[in-house]
């Protein structure tokens, strides 16, 4: 079973504004690759697939319909493509249904992830520099309180508390942020 015949619409030429609402989804569809499990070093190469076939086949999208969920098909089916090509599973080995599901799911909940991490991002920069380097030591380097503690010539209650503190301050300033 091809995109094609999850797409809607006849072959009549281009759709007005389609380039800004192909553009508007670059995000989205990146990270649907990703969650369908296309590796992260053949996501571009997905996405840029899937972009040529959206392009070339915007005639059959109908303008006022829902353009993330028909991008989002052929996104799934280009994904899949990959992997006959390359005679691979992707990286979880999980059933067409399974990866209707997820894709599904991240449709669903991509606005609400993508709202929250932009609103992380604003209050991360609220933050100090010394506050953040110890989130990038405990988060992104995985470094352990113990150890961090050990490093500061600190108690590892005191350390564990600072970043509680920080977490909950974090919390509240994106819990207090407006609705995009």
């Known amino acids: 079973m ?6 809607q619409g006849s072959e009549s030429g281009p759709v007005a504004g ?7 989804e670059q995000d989205f569809l990146r990270a649907l690759i990703r969650t369908i499990g296309v590796p992260a070093s053949d996501v571009a190469d997905v996405l840029q697939d899937a972009n040529l076939y959206l392009v070339s086949h915007q005639g059959k999208y109908i303008p006022g319909t829902n353009f993330r969920a028909w991008a989002a098909q052929v996104v799934r089916f280009r994904s899949l493509n990959y992997f006959r090509s390359r005679k691979r599973r992707p ?11 997820i894709a599904g799911e991240v449709v669903l909940r991509f606005d609400e992830t993508h709202s929250r991490l932009q609103k992380l991002g604003q209050c991360l920069a609220q933050l100090t520099e010394e506050q953040r380097q110890l989130l990038a030591a405990v ?18 209650a005191a350390v564990r508390k600072t970043v509680s503190r920080i977490r909950q ?12």
Request: glycine share 8%; proline share 2%; charged share 30%.
């Open 91 to 101: 990286m979880v080995n999980l059933s067409e249904q399974a990866l209707d599901l």
């Open 169 to 180: 301050a974090l919390k509240a300033c994106i819990e207090s942020r407006p609705e995009d």
């Open 18 to 24: 389609f380039s800004d609402l192909l553009t508007g």
């Open 2 to 7: 091809g995109a094609e015949e999850y797409s």
């Open 139 to 156: 988060y992104g380097k995985g470094i352990s309180l113990k150890d961090l503690a050990h490093a500061r010539r600190s108690s590892h």
